[in-house]
């Protein structure tokens, strides 16, 4: 919805889908995420450690340092 320009800001897009904003970004930056570990999550194959409150933490945005 923000690529097509549907909604201009993240506040904008959080509003609409009645959530808060800093929710909002924090749920966009897991497509951050590296695609092995989204692979890995989506077929339950992920780590134990690998939580939701954990992904939703700051993460580095360089896939290798994701990975360690």
């Given amino acids: 919805m923000l690529e097509s320009g549907e909604f201009t800001t993240m506040a904008e897009l959080a509003e609409h889908e009645g959530i808060a904003p ?18 890995a999550i989506l077929d339950g194959k992920q780590s134990a450690e690998l939580t939701l409150a954990r992904v939703l933490e700051l993460f580095p945005v ?5 990975r360690r």
């Fill in 22 to 39: 800093s929710y909002m970004t924090r749920v966009l930056r897991l497509t951050l995420l590296a695609p092995e570990i989204v692979e």
């Fill in 62 to 66: 360089e896939w290798s340092r994701q």
